[in-house]
Every structure is written in C-alpha cells, then in structure tokens.
C-alpha cells in the first residue's frame, strides 16, 4: 500500500461508480421508455439494446426496473440473463479487487 496506490484506487473506483451508475440509470430509463412506448404502440427500444446496456453494466436497475413496471418479465433472456450479468460483473470487479490486493495496489 502506498500513496501512489491510493490515489489510483480512488480514481479508480470514483470512475468505475460514476460509470456502473450512469449504466444502470441509462437502462433503468431506456425499459421505462421502452414500456411506455409498448403501451402507445410507438417506436419500441430494441431488446439487443436493452440487453446491450444491461451487458455493459446497467444490469442490475434495469432488471430491478423491469421487475417494478412489469415489462419483458416473460423473456427469459431478461428475466435469467440480467441477474447472471450482473453476478458476472461482481465477480469480475471482485476478482480484480484480488488482483490489485495482491500485487499490492491497493
């Protein structure tokens, strides 16, 4: 552990939350759109991109938002595929979490 250390790991963690929440908030938003579109018989959000933001990190509120306005809950690709997203990234940034650790970076 040093202070160049800390200070990487600090900007490295502030940048990483700033971007896991921006994904989660942008998917939250997209499948409420994307809901209230369904209900107007509007343009629809594609589910390749719902999945795409849920893939890059916006998993866990999207499914969480999906869950609460009732939409895509019988697509298993949602409904089984963002839960598994979002244990993925867990254990990804858990890993490199360990790594860091490690190495002494952290």
Do not use: C, Q
């Not at 869950?67 to 595929?81: A, D, E, N, P, S």
Request: a positive charge; glycine letters at 10%.
């Amino acid at each position: 552990y040093n202070a160049v250390g800390s200070n990487f790991m600090t900007t490295f963690f502030l940048l990483s939350g700033i971007y896991y929440g921006a994904l989660n908030l942008l998917g939250a938003i997209s499948t409420w759109i994307d809901k209230r579109r369904a209900r107007k018989g509007k343009w629809r959000i594609s589910e390749n991109r719902l999945m795409l933001l849920g893939t890059l990190g916006g998993a866990p509120l999207e499914w969480i938002t999906m869950k609460l306005v009732h939409h895509k809950t019988t697509r298993k690709k949602f409904m089984v595929g963002l839960p598994l997203l979002s244990v993925l990234h867990l254990l990804l940034w858990g890993g490199l979490f360990v790594l860091l650790l490690s190495y002494h970076i952290i």
